[in-house]
């Protein structure tokens, strides 16, 4: 492990510690995480109580009982592009996860402490990369086709759930630009994080990837928090070949801070709903300078993310109602960003039928735009050999219906997306795709 890594972390955390000893609440209810979520978190399904097992023959509440609660999901998206893209296919992408969440309150009476153990394994095909050709891959669980070791993590909850501080293999993107909303779509450009971000900075995880890392999250309020994380940025560590098992902390530092007001999230809060998050990442690791072809240490950027239920459908407790939600990132430095600037705006509606209060419906628009550095390479290499393409920008429509079976436990969804100007050249025709996403939890 490099010194200035130990060196940068170790300052982090301290500061980061320090801050969150000082740390006061003016309201100390909080909502619980995912009840008030218009989707569910990373690769949860909208009920997690909810089993199409059921009790596994009394397996899981034994397990539940002494504070190990275990989650087995399913994931596939099924998808094909029958006009546009390089040529016309259809694959299958699929993800099987576990998850091991270890309550050491239970276990050995620590008190706000758990430790969380999870894993995939990941088969199938990539339609874009096969067919299209594009940049943003149409299925969100595509990636890492291997098994994979994700979280060994531990989290500490401190003065009345105010701070948590957590340690381990962690992934970035389980934290950091999140919206409940991002998860209803397949669209990879959504899901689970808006995806600019890894054009620009090698040393972003997210499922299922992670590296070593150390976050802590205070509350200065009940509806306010401020976060930040320290991590292992080296890329290699995500090779198939290494399983998510390759511990070494080689890497340059990747560092992320964010801050969010949660309107309307407590239990006794009567207004809508909503989600406001700015955060500011750095990379320090090295990158080729698209003028000079000289490398260059470090890159960094900013971003925007919100979500807001704008009506209300039925009772006051209803989760039912009609929201928006937009992402906008910049990573300024075109000389060594490939996507200065990306976006995504969503309408997104749960319980539009009162007899499926839990179905949920999206529409939502991805948009990259290539730098202007990277195009100027482009045309330069171009003059040598005409196959190069200049990349300007790549945009995603998609539309998307989930339907909930078996009390959330199974669910449908029909899904079309329409990609203009595949892989950002104008060489490729623009592509429809259809399909479905299927998920279970077990």
């Not at 874009?128 to 291997?146: D, R």
């Not at 072809?293 to 039912?320: A, C, H, I, M, P």
């Not at 959330?408 to 795709?433: C, E, H, K, M, N």
Request: proline content about 5%; hydrophobic content about 40%.
């Amino acid at each position: 492990m490099h010194k200035e890594f130990r060196v940068r972390v170790s300052i982090v955390i301290v500061i980061l510690y320090c801050s969150a000893a000082v740390a006061r609440s003016q309201d100390i209810t909080e909502a619980s995480a995912g009840t008030r979520d218009l989707a569910p978190s990373p690769f949860k399904l909208v009920l997690p109580r909810e089993h199409l097992l059921g009790d596994w023959y009394g397996a899981r509440t034994w397990l539940e009982d002494r504070g190990i609660v275990p989650t087995l999901t399913f994931v596939t998206d099924s998808l094909g592009n029958p006009s546009g893209g390089q040529e016309q296919g259809f694959t299958t992408a699929n993800n099987v996860g576990l998850d091991l969440n270890f309550d050491l309150e239970k276990l050995c009476g620590l008190e706000g402490g758990s430790f969380l153990l999870s894993m995939s394994y990941r088969f199938g095909g990539s339609l874009s990369a096969n067919y299209i050709h594009n940049a943003f891959t149409v299925q969100q669980v595509f990636g890492g086709e291997t098994f994979h070791l994700i979280n060994v993590a531990y989290l500490q909850k401190l003065l009345d759930d105010r701070v948590e501080l957590r340690l381990g293999r962690i992934a970035t993107g389980d934290d950091f630009l999140v919206s409940p909303y991002n998860y209803v779509f397949v669209q990879n450009g959504f899901d689970g994080n808006p995806v600019g971000i890894f054009f620009n900075s090698p040393g972003m995880t997210a499922y299922p990837n992670d590296t070593w890392g150390a976050l802590v999250k205070v509350r200065p309020t009940a509806r306010t928090y401020i976060m930040g994380g320290v991590y292992n940025g080296d890329p290699s560590i995500r090779d198939n070949s290494n399983n998510g098992a390759d511990f070494s902390m080689d890497g340059p530092l990747f560092a992320i801070g964010e801050i969010a007001y949660q309107p309307n999230s407590l239990p006794g809060d009567r207004g809508l709903i909503g989600n406001y998050k700015a955060g500011f990442w750095y990379d320090n690791s090295r990158f080729s300078d698209f003028n000079t072809g000289e490398f260059e240490r470090g890159n960094w950027g900013f971003y925007t993310l919100f979500d807001q239920v704008l009506v209300r459908f039925g009772e006051q407790r209803s989760y039912r109602g009609f929201g928006v939600a937009g992402s906008f990132l910049v990573s300024p430095d075109q000389s060594i960003s490939q996507m200065p600037y990306f976006f995504t705006a969503a309408l997104v509606t749960r319980g539009i039928f009162p007899s499926r209060p839990v179905d949920i419906i999206g529409l939502g628009v991805v948009y990259g735009h290539f730098s202007n550095d990277l195009q100027n390479f482009q045309r330069r290499a171009q003059q040598l050999d005409p196959n190069v393409g200049v990349q300007s920008h790549e945009t995603v429509l998609e539309l998307t219906y989930r339907l909930a079976l078996f009390k959330s436990a199974l669910y449908f969804q029909p899904d079309l997306q329409y990609v203009f100007r595949p892989g950002g050249t104008g060489r490729i025709s623009d592509a429809l795709v259809l399909g479905a996403q299927v998920g279970v939890n077990f």
